[in-house]
């Protein structure tokens, strides 16, 4: 009796896979600089140090993560500026510095940044795969995440096809009954992706196929992926917050930013106004700023653009030449010396 319940205990086990997992979240194929955003989820709170891993396509010399640790957690930390549970890893920007533990958020951009030196042409727009292992092999086991992508063209890449076939050995994809791997690949559709798309995870889904993923519009490093927006087909922007407070600050760079969400590429004019309707402050035209989420920028306590406290009125405007549509938007902006 006490056999039978041990492996009963022993299947059941190996019937539930951990339930921490470091995942491929988003991917880019189609942009001068493709990145692959990784996301760690778990259902308690922890943490792993992804620096010697790599995120590869396998083709071509690819490297390690970062020379020194760098931690995801499965919670945002507070003391961070960045989410804690993702990284967004480029593929080939080796003269940038990564952000490690100790080195922060070097470029300010709310987000954590890797940079890698890895196969120059990488990620492949037309097909392609992007593993997480634990060497640069795809033979020997290792895979923690996979994902297979392709445009069906009917004639896979006998290299990718082969990256495929190990990772369905080893469980990490989905074997294609057609015998045809391409088709139980992500679809990128004809032409691939569009330089503004991204290869989107569905929520924490990890069923190791396709179906785990969509083709989004939008790109979100280092934030939740967005697969489904709800909008009025005449909006080209929303505004995420509506009012916003700046104090100066000696940590922070004395700028305050605006951030917006833009369902569709736009050029976009920022202008700030006194309440009694005098332009104080113009920004130069931000153009063909992509779908996703952007942020506006204002230093109202910085040189000489220093202005006193009070309150403001922020105008923002966006047109698509492309549709012929425009859009705008008011916000208010409160200066104060103290919190
Ligand atoms: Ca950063
Ligand atoms: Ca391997
Ligand atoms: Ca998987
Ligand atoms: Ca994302």
Redesign the pocket.
Known sequence: MKKIIIVIFIISISAFPLSSKLLINEVVTATGSDWVELYFQSSKKESIDISGLYVTMYYGRNENLAAEPVTLYSYNRIETSYDDRFAVIHLTEPRMEDESDEKGDLNGNGVLDLYCNNYYNSLWNSEGVVAV???D??S????IDFVAYSNRDGSPNKSIESYIDYAVSFNEWTQCSSGNPQNCSVDTGDSGLKEYMSISRVSGNDTNSMNDFVITNFQTPGRENIVNVKRSRRRLFRCLRNKISLFPSKSSSLSGRVPLFVYESCNIKFRIFSVNGMKVYEEPLYRYVKPGYFSLKWAPFAGNSFRPTGLYIGRIEAVSRERSISDSKSIILILSRRK
């Open positions: 292992d634990t060497d092999d795809p020997n086991g290792g895979v």
